[in-house]
């Protein structure tokens, strides 16, 4: 369930939207609904530091000991090292208290501790690993350098410049407004949780619509929002990251976007400077991946080939699947996975994870398409193979 807007030199040349703002009314999704964008927001984070160092507010190389003197190795962590994930500070949405509170309002006093409280994983700038962590500190430096609130800051000097209609940061989901609930799938949508936006800051905080994001990353690479030279610094990768911007691959092409996920809520973005192209997808419920597809929509642009999918799969009975049942594992993959069943369902969930429904795809072979996992059974050697992006682990019954 979600929307999708694709545009060309600025113009939107399709947009669509499939599903449900909220299942329990019937209320049907148009492409004016609203979603929670998740991570895309860390690209409007981005924007704003850059606009404070051009206006001398802030630079690249200050560290951020004045700012958060409880974190360590803050007199070491520069701004740079927060925007291209290289500060060493643990992501603290991967702690298994996390859910725990995520519902819960937040002071930036509290997160800043929750933060601190986490440690540093490895030296500044030895490494990148992303952290949510890196962008609510960003936020908060945001707010102390303008004293404004984030969210008047996004609007003054992001959505109003550009006349965004339905992009803003976010609050509790409200469907008079035109907001989408988000939803997780098992063999029906269920009503996902909703994480309280004083938590995931610039991070994760933002709301808007496809039509709105492809004008705002057009605009960013036209120039209209930060310098080219500004636009340049965020576009060098290191290590996978850029800063608040990620480098995307499509045979020949490359494009700059970024993905997000919060709650049910799904979401990808990306600009393809060769043919000004802009894809954006929001979604408020997946059961199947949106990398596919806008893997789809740019193989149709450029007249690739692409297979649509059948999502044919095995009727199953709930006895047919206790040889399954069980927790696997393997000295080489970090994780212990659980395998349940919910009546005719698999179900499956990784250490300190959410539990995902496995479609039965062919024989001993199961799929999360969301996530594009398969699991390969071989219940005679007690044995899992897990495959994703591409990468086979193989795990024992233990």
């Known amino acids: 369930m979600g929307s999708v807007a694709v545009s060309e030199n600025g113009k939107i040349i399709y947009s669509n939207a499939i599903g449900k703002e909220d299942i329990a009314t019937n209320k049907i999704a148009t492409v004016s609904t609203k979603y929670r964008i998740g991570s895309i927001s860390k690209m409007f984070t981005s924007v704003l530091v850059f606009k404070a160092i051009e206006e001398k507010k802030l630079s690249l190389t200050q560290t951020i000991e004045s700012y958060f003197p409880s974190v360590e190795n803050a007199s070491k962590i520069t701004i740079s090292n927060l925007l291209n994930h290289r500060s060493g500070i643990y992501n603290f949405t ?61 609007q003054t000097k992001v959505v109003k410049p550009l006349d965004l209609k339905n992009t803003y940061f976010g609050g509790k ?11 997780s799938y098992t063999d029906k949508w269920n009503k996902e949780t909703e994480t309280d936006i004083s938590i995931p800051m610039g991070a994760g905080g933002m709301v808007s619509t496809p039509t709105d994001l ?13 310098s080219v030279t500004s636009l340049e610094q965020m576009k060098t990768i290191q290590e996978k990251y850029g800063m608040g911007i990620f480098q995307i691959p499509f045979y020949d092409k490359t494009g700059y976007g970024h993905t997000g996920g919060i709650d049910g809520f799904g979401s990808a973005l990306s600009y393809w400077p060769e043919s000004k192209l802009s894809i954006a997808i929001t979604s408020n419920g997946i059961n199947y991946g949106n990398n596919d597809i806008v893997v789809a929509i740019l193989s149709s642009y450029y007249n690739r080939k692409f297979e649509v999918p059948t999502f044919t799969t095995l009727a199953l009975k709930t006895e047919d699947l206790d040889q399954y049942l069980g927790e696997y594992g393997s000295p080489t993959f970090p994780l212990a996975i659980a395998v349940t069943k919910d009546k005719t369902k698999l179900v499956a969930q990784a250490t300190g994870q959410g539990a995902f429904p496995l ?15 398969t699991l390969e059974f071989n219940p005679t050697s007690n044995q899992m193979t897990i495959i994703q992006g591409g990468m086979k682990n193989v795990l024992t019954k233990k």
């Open 359 to 373: 479609e039965a795809i062919k024989k001993d072979t199961f799929e999360f398409k969301a996530a594009g996992i």
């Open 94 to 154: 991967s702690a298994p208290e996390y859910n725990s509170y995520s519902a819960q309002p937040k002071t930036a006093k509290e997160m800043v501790a929750i933060i601190a409280n986490g440690k540093s994983v490895f030296e500044p700038n030895s490494k990148g690993e992303y952290s949510n962590s890196n962008y609510v500190l960003l936020s908060y430096i945001l707010e102390e350098v303008y004293k404004q609130p984030y969210a008047a800051l996004v």
């Open 214 to 226: 492809t004008q705002f990353i057009q605009a960013l690479f036209d120039g209209k929002l930060i």
């Open 173 to 183: 989901i409200d469907l008079a407004k035109n907001e989408g609930y988000s939803y």
